[in-house]
């Protein structure tokens, strides 16, 4: 039977601090999985929806910033096997226009949202999005992997 991959989305928030370019990240909490790390603002892609659309909406519902179609950047795509044996395929958007200042809205899963350089991400950050900030960081628009260690 072939592989029905579940499809993420997920948002490289990007800001200038004088010439640093920093992204948003977000802490997860009492989510039941990865408590404690940092992801990118991410969701999975509902019924109907295109990967544009699931991450507009994500965004929105997670930080309250609007971002328009036009000003997503398609930066990365990611075949990936989670510790559970899921397979997933991770789309990674970039974008540095968007409207209003990100906000934790969704304090009941999220503990607080911060800024990072992309390149010195810290330790707790969620591998599946280490990975694909990284091969973004490489202009590398592919990739697959599996889990094959420790963490998630």
């Known amino acids: 039977m072939p592989a029905t991959p579940i499809n993420d989305v ?34 999975k892609v509902e019924a109907g929806e295109d990967i544009y659309d699931a991450i507009i909406r994500e965004t929105k519902e997670e930080t309250d910033v609007v971002i328009d179609r036009a000003a997503l950047r398609l930066v990365h795509a990611m075949y990936f096997r989670n510790p559970e044996g899921e397979t997933r395929v991770g789309w990674f958007f970039a974008t540095c226009e968007y409207t209003g200042e990100p906000v934790n809205n969704e304090p009941a899963k999220c503990a607080g949202l911060s800024w990072h350089r992309p390149d010195q991400l810290p330790d707790n ?28």
Do not use: F
């Open 10 to 43: 997920m948002v490289i928030l990007e800001r200038r601090n004088g010439q640093t370019l920093e992204i948003c990240l977000a802490e997860r909490s009492n989510t039941g999985y990865a408590d404690g790390q940092l992801n990118l603002p991410s969701g």
């Open 125 to 152: 950050t969620v591998r599946y999005n280490g990975l694909g900030i990284a091969h973004y960081l490489k202009g590398e628009p592919l990739s697959a992997h599996w889990y094959d260690s420790g963490t998630v």
